[in-house]
């Protein structure tokens, strides 16, 4: 049971540039989640979908889209990538009951330069 | 505005001390999750708290949630380094949104 997938786990861009970050999970459940993790801030949600073909803006969505291409998958998409936007992003499915418990993907390392 | 605010952001021990973290948030919530992370890596789930006065313990480390007051606290007992990492609480809050405190650095000195 891979639990959370997400890809790639390091990846350098230019300023500029475009990536999607890949996220998939095997444990069937319906929401999925994408945080950013900055020194000092915690993790702030960027987007989340609660089910298949929903998506909706968290804290701080600007910069980014995101795509809930099935009940499995969640990509998030930075378009312009800008210095701001270096961060650590990690992917989360939080169980759909008995306290939902989030279970976290390894993390994706991310320097726009 | 929904804030999650934990205190000390950094907290350094020595072994075999106990101390608490603090974790207070600004809206009611009946669910309070503690994380722990190692550098470089992701976050592990160390308890989940549904109820006013759960209280959970597993090893050094106990949870315990405070839903009039907001706040929930992680005690450490007889600190060792492994214990070593940074915790973060999160608040889970109506339609499966959680919301995340800044994080407490913890550094066990020998």
């Known amino acids: 049971n891979a639990g959370v997938t997400q890809t790639p786990k390091f990846q350098v861009l230019k300023t500029g540039q475009s990536m999607t970050l890949q996220c998939a999970q095997d444990m069937n459940h319906n929401s999925m989640y994408w945080y950013r993790q900055d020194p000092g801030m915690g993790l702030r949600l960027i987007y989340y979908?609660?089910?298949?073909?929903?998506?909706d803006k968290g804290e701080v969505p600007n910069g980014y889209n995101v795509s809930r291409l099935n009940k499995r998958e969640f990509s998030l998409r930075l378009e312009s990538a800008a210095p701001s936007q270096t961060s650590v992003y990690f992917c989360a499915s939080p169980q759909p009951s008995g306290g939902n418990t989030i279970y976290f993907g390894e993390g994706s390392w991310l320097t726009v330069v | 505005e929904l804030k999650v605010e934990q205190n000390p952001l950094f907290l350094s021990m020595q072994e075999g001390k106990n101390y608490t973290i603090y974790c207070n948030y600004s809206t009611t919530s009946d669910r309070l999750y503690w994380y722990r992370q190692d550098p470089g890596k992701s976050l592990e789930s160390l308890f989940v708290?549904?109820?006013?006065?759960a209280v959970k313990q597993e090893g050094r480390l106990m949870a315990s949630l405070d839903t009039k007051a907001r706040l929930s606290t992680l005690h450490i007992t007889a600190a060792v380094h492994d214990l070593s990492a940074t915790y973060f609480c999160a608040v889970g809050y109506t339609g499966n949104q959680f919301y995340f405190g800044t994080g407490t650095s913890l550094t066990v000195i020998p």
């Open positions: 708290l549904l109820s006013n006065g």
């Open positions: 979908s609660a089910s298949e073909g929903t998506t």
